[in-house]
């Protein structure tokens, strides 16, 4: 109603029905044209063939429609054109209903704003050359009001024809065909009329109107509707791309876990089948290390889940890593202490391979101390080595993902993944900034007992061989 409000007050001689049906005409067929434009854009998104051939036909009515009110507001000898001009009006709703009954069997190969443009265009056309004829005889009232009866059953045709379409949501169907059948009986109203005829403008004006706000509501709608579909998806995509991120992460440090390891065993079993034998002792302490280093592998390749906690026994963890580490050739000094913690098996095991592989790297030449002691019922496991130790300004992004030493050739994963699975289990992991040199590396774990005295002296001397 703005528009028509802003005529009324601009210009004082048009304050008139007849001249607000007018305004409603002109206002009807941008609305028209503008929904046809958002029809387009919802087509572009969902490339929906129903869309399609909508945003065609509206493109198509409001382009011919703005041709028509153009051709009206000029007058030959005082007379508008509007009632000859009914013919093309009606070949124009038979074009449309045309349309509408292939929008579901055909699917659109041209673009529908430039199918819309050129449909609007031939319509214009042909408004065109019937007004030039039409100003060469007068057409009665009577025969006038009977032109817009094929009109307005051709608008509730289309309208019927347009509730029928599968493809769009039933609202929109509903209000598109209540929009359909307004703009048609609007158009009849403004054709038949005289601009005395008061009662019958205004009803264009409130018919005309009705039109405009359901096809404008029905298209921003719609659109909308559609973009927040696509919103949707992206959200969907963003999830499943973050999901996957997630599983190629854990995939990672999977992957870091298993392939120290792997090299764990195969240093060891490289030294049982060296030449000459090992002796009995070593041997059989390789071998254990095999197997439980074996078995630890198949669980980190097949368990996608940590196993429960339960009770550890420090020394079976720490015994077969300084087997296999001394089977690399690093150098590990390690006493057995008969403790026993809270804690997942595994995770521990891996902490504190970890920390040694990554002295193995950083610290070549180092000798690694491994040592145990208790402290406030938490059983403290420190990795410390004789090499250069960690710069100043790196302590406090050491645990962080993806940080590494400039050096360094490996993914940051390491210490990240080891402080992660001590967190999980109620340990924790941290740097030991007051070590006298070199690196120091504390695991805290919950104790839980002492074993038997003396259980573990055969052990100590065998490791120490």
């Not at 019937?130 to 009232?141: H, P």
Request: glycine share 8%; aromatic share 4%.
């Amino acid at each position: 109603m703005v528009p028509q409000l802003a005529v009324q007050a601009i210009v004082p001689s048009a304050r008139n029905a007849g001249d607000a049906a007018a305004t409603a005409a002109l206002v009807v067929n941008i609305v028209v044209v503008t929904s046809g434009v958002y029809m387009y854009l919802h087509h572009r998104l969902t490339r929906s063939d129903s869309t399609a051939w909508l945003a065609a036909g509206l493109i198509f009515v409001g382009g011919y429609g703005l041709t028509v009110t153009g051709l009206e507001t000029s007058l030959t000898g005082g007379r508008p054109l509007a009632a000859p001009l009914v013919v093309a009006d009606i070949v124009l709703a038979l074009a449309l209903l045309t349309m509408v009954l292939i929008s579901e069997r055909i699917t659109l190969s041209v673009d529908p704003a430039a199918l819309g443009l050129v449909l609007g265009s031939a319509g214009s056309a042909l408004a065109i050359v019937i007004g030039a004829a039409a100003s060469q005889f007068t057409v009665s009232r009577n025969a006038t009001a009977l032109l817009t009866i094929p009109l307005v059953v051709a608008g509730v045709l289309l309208a019927t024809e347009v509730r029928r379409l599968a493809t769009l949501p039933r609202w929109a169907r509903n209000r598109l065909a209540v929009a359909i059948a307004a703009l048609f009986l609007g158009r009849a109203c403004l054709v038949a009329a005289n601009p005395s005829d008061t009662a019958v403008n205004l009803l264009a004006v409130l018919v005309s109107t009705t039109a405009a706000v359901l096809f404008m509501s029905t298209s921003i709608t719609t659109l909308g509707t559609a973009i927040n579909d696509d919103r949707l998806v992206i959200t969907a995509l963003q999830d499943q791309l973050a999901s996957t991120a997630a599983h190629a992460r854990v995939d990672r440090e999977r992957l870091h876990e298993v392939r120290g390891t792997i090299a764990g065993i195969a240093s060891a079993s490289r030294l049982i089948h060296h030449e000459p034998p090992l002796p009995g002792p070593s041997r059989e302490m390789l071998e254990e290390m095999l197997e439980r280093e074996s078995a630890r592998l198949q669980r980190l390749v097949h368990d996608a889940t940590p196993g429960p906690l339960g009770l550890v026994s420090v020394d079976d963890v720490i015994r077969p890593l300084v087997v296999a580490r001394r089977a690399q050739g690093q150098t590990v000094t390690w006493r057995p202490s008969g403790l026993q913690v809270w804690a997942r098996e595994d995770d521990l095991t891996a902490v504190l391979n970890i920390l040694l592989e990554n002295t193995a790297k950083h610290a070549p030449d180092a000798t690694v101390d491994v040592f145990v002691h208790q402290s406030d019922g938490t059983v403290d496991v420190v990795v410390a080595d004789t090499g250069p130790g960690v710069p100043e300004g790196q302590r406090e992004t050491l645990f962080h993902r993806g940080v590494r030493g400039p050096e360094s050739s490996g993914h940051g994963l390491g210490l990240h993944v080891a402080r992660r699975l001590m967190v999980r289990g109620g340990g924790y992991l941290r740097l030991d900034p007051t070590w006298r040199s070199g690196t120091a590396f504390v695991v805290g774990v919950r104790q839980v007992t002492h074993l038997a005295e003396g259980s573990c002296d055969d052990t100590a001397r065998v490791v120490a061989q």
